[in-house]
Nanobody
């Protein structure tokens, strides 16, 4: 059973930066697509950024130019560098891996941005 463990969340002020990490319990080199999603209270879970095994990246319009997704296959870790954070970025951030037909999720890490 593949496990994803997020870390790096917390309370930050608007304009600050934060880096989230997602450690995977197996080699990620062959995982076709990984990504970060977020869910604010009372809202649906939405894609923030995805990255494929060959390096193709996609961002939600709301985070383009501020967030950067990356993956380190040597350490089985995916990152989300978040800069210029805004209060509307407040959410639980989830790590996701698409393995064959399965969607694997982490338990999430809370990011709260104060005005």
């Amino acid at each position: 059973q593949v496990q994803l463990v997020e870390s790096g969340g917390g309370l930050v002020q608007a304009g600050a930066s934060r880096r989230l990490s997602c450690v995977v319990s197996r080699s990620i080199g062959s995982i076709p697509v990984m990504g970060w999603y977020r869910q604010a209270p009372g809202k649906q879970r939405n894609m923030v950024a995805t990255i494929t095994s060959n390096g193709m990246i996609n961002y939600a319009d709301s985070v383009k130019g501020r967030f950067t997704i990356s993956r380190d296959d040597a350490t089985n870790t995916m990152y989300l560098q978040m800069n210029s954070l805004k209060p509307e970025d407040t959410a639980v951030y989830y790590c996701n891996a698409q393995i064959q037909v399965a969607q694997i999720w982490g338990r999430g890490t809370q990011v709260t941005v104060s005005a």
